[in-house]
């Protein structure tokens, strides 16, 4: 059972949505859209390997570092009042701000003097890299011709692995030299200065060109800013809501994979199986680079195959992984485990990625996808390892809590079978009929 169709009460006649682009300006576009999955990749694996030195230079203990990775984390989540913009002012303008606030606050983090300065402009950071992912996504969705869709947000997605090896090769040359933790932020500063100039080039939407001649046609002013926000919000709690709940679902329950192994497979091999730094350093590459292999395969069967079919066995192969994870004691099957869970955690995210730019309308897809992907959707991959933490001990052991929560993406295997429409071949305006814009009010 599927979930029903929404539709527009509106009796206008459609809008010409979608203007084929060239092949070449299409292959520009992704070329200055990759940069916003690469410095994702960078930056979250930069603080990551960073944390033991800027520990050492803040004199941090444990629980320190823990709170200031939940308040940094916090920050994708806020990236929602700036994705919104997207759907009111366009994406151009908005991918273009992201960057250079990225870029600012990047530089700020490398200057930092204390803990809570670095903190903050590490969490404020992520509002932009979260928003420019989240808009480059949709960008990719709205451009790219239907049969093409879903390996071109795959490959937006594998590029992410350039972020992580760039971030690991910097670890090596700058944590030991005078530099530190430090030039690993100010390295990261030039190629945002040059992404900035090389994306003057970039186009608006044609669907979304299309919603502004609309409602230019309609003779509808753009409403404020706080209105805007009610007015676009809407539209979930009426005919996309229960889309808005299900990919929700569907993010949170992949989250349970993730944030488990993200957080916790260095102390587990580390302290618990008494790993080497090294051993760790290149189980990560390697994973990374398989969960690369993991989002081309996962686009290419989405197109070929199915959005359904590619999600499922994912998702399933995803909770496998990681339960063999947590529960081998051997140092191969540690490293399989983490290998194939990255493999197919990455393949999934790819495709759950490519559901929500697909199932809402052009007014609201930027927004959709923010609030699935980078707020609902990020509780579960932040609480569970809190959860994991509190359980370890009743449980007996790191690897037996982190266990458990191998079984959620058997809860989004279950949403998608009874709830999701196939999308594969269709058009953005079959799937997600247009919305009509509530009457602009005055408050």
């Known amino acids: ?139 990719i969705s709205e451009e790219f011709p239907d049969a093409r869709r879903g390996r071109a947000i795959a490959a937006l997605h594998m590029v992410a692995f350039l972020g992580v090896l760039a971030a690991a090769l910097t670890y090596a040359i700058m944590a030991e030299s005078r530099w530190g933790w430090r030039g690993m932020y100010m390295l990261g500063i030039a190629p945002l200065v040059m992404v900035f100039f090389l994306r003057r080039g970039l186009r608006e939407t044609a669907r979304f060109n299309a919603l502004e001649r609309e409602r230019i046609a309609a003779g509808r002013a753009r409403p404020e800013f706080w209105t805007a926000i009610r007015n676009t919000l809407t539209p979930f709690a009426g005919p996309y809501r229960s889309r808005l709940l299900i990919m929700a679902g569907l993010w949170n329950s992949i989250g349970l994979i993730g944030g488990p192994t993200v957080t916790y497979f260095p102390l587990f091999a580390k302290r618990d199986h008494h790993w080497k730094s090294h051993q760790i350093s290149t189980a990560i590459i390697i994973a990374y680079a398989m969960g690369t292999i993991g989002s081309m395969l996962s686009g290419f069967l989405m197109d ?17 992984a990681m339960y063999l994870l947590f529960t081998s004691d051997t140092h191969r099957g540690i490293l399989a485990g983490e290998v194939l869970t990255m493999f197919a955690y990455q393949a999934a995210r790819t495709a759950t990625s490519a559901l929500s730019t697909e199932l809402f309308p052009t007014a609201i897809r930027a927004t959709g996808y923010n609030l699935c992907v980078q707020v609902i959707g990020q509780i579960c991959w932040m609480l569970s390892p809190v959860v994991i933490g509190l359980l370890s001990a009743p449980l007996g052991g790191l690897g037996n809590a982190a266990s458990i929560f191998a079984a959620g993406p058997i809860l989004g295997v279950v949403l998608i079978v009874w709830f999701v429409p196939e999308t594969r071949g269709r058009t953005l305006e079959e799937l997600s009929p247009g919305v009509e814009e509530p009457p602009i009010t005055t408050e």
């Open 304 to 320: 070929r195959l199915g959005r359904k079919f590619t999600t499922c066995f994912f998702y399933l192969m995803s909770g496998a």
């Open 1 to 139: 059972m599927e979930a029903a169709q929404p539709n527009s009460s509106s009796e206008r006649p459609p809008v010409a949505a979608w203007i084929p682009r060239p092949r070449r300006y299409l292959a520009a576009l992704f070329a200055m859209l990759m940069s916003a999955t690469i410095f994702e990749g960078y930056d979250i694996t930069i603080f990551h390997l960073a944390t033991p030195e800027i520990a050492k230079t803040f004199h941090l203990a444990d629980p320190a570092i823990g709170l200031m990775a939940t308040v940094v984390r916090f920050g994708g989540m806020m990236s929602f009042f700036v994705v919104i913009l997207a759907d009111r002012y366009g994406r151009k303008p908005i991918i273009s701000v992201t960057v250079l606030c990225y870029t600012v606050l990047t530089l700020f983090t490398a200057l930092s003097t204390g803990v809570w300065s670095l903190t903050l402009c590490q969490s404020s950071a992520q509002i932009f890299l979260a928003a420019e992912f989240g808009v480059a996504v949709t960008m």
